[in-house]
């Protein structure tokens, strides 16, 4: 069974950092688009950052690109999402998505529907 689960998350002051890690068992990278979304309080759910690990290409949303970066290890089956500083307008709860890769990360991250497999999440809070 395809298992996705995130940790990571927590509590931390505005330009402070975060590691998010999304471990995945039943399957490998291979071919697969691995994605982070998230969903705010009242808010709809958005891409934040994905990677293909057919060819390492890679996503971010304007309003995380120079601060947030994404990473797979092939050998642990594990992604990673290095979150650097930080604002409170990115407290939300994290998720990490898989789905088979068929087109550009950027036309799939932009589109939560298409992702097959979902973590929990995790909970981010920045705040003073």
């Known amino acids: 069974q395809l298992q996705l689960v995130e940790s990571g998350g927590g509590l931390v002051q505005p330009e402070g950092s975060l590691r998010l890690s999304c471990a995945a068992s039943?399957?490998?990278?291979?071919?697969?688009?691995i994605g982070w979304f998230r969903q705010a309080p009242g808010k709809a759910r958005e891409g934040v950052s994905c990677?293909?690990?057919?060819?390492?290409?890679?996503y971010y949303a304007d309003s995380v690109k120079g601060r947030f970066t994404i990473s797979r290890d092939n050998a642990k089956n594990t992604v990673y999402l290095q979150m650097n500083s930080l604002k409170p307008e990115d407290t939300a709860v994290y998720y990490c998505?898989?789905?088979?890769?068929?087109?550009?990360?950027?036309?799939?991250?932009?589109?939560?529907?298409?992702?097959?497999?979902w973590g929990r999440g995790t909970q981010v809070t920045v705040s003073s």
């Open positions: 990677i293909s690990s057919v060819d390492g290409s890679t």
């Open positions: 039943g399957f490998t990278l291979d071919y697969y688009v």
């Open positions: 998505a898989a789905v088979l890769g068929f087109a550009t990360v950027q036309a799939m991250c932009v589109n939560p529907d298409i992702f097959s497999s």
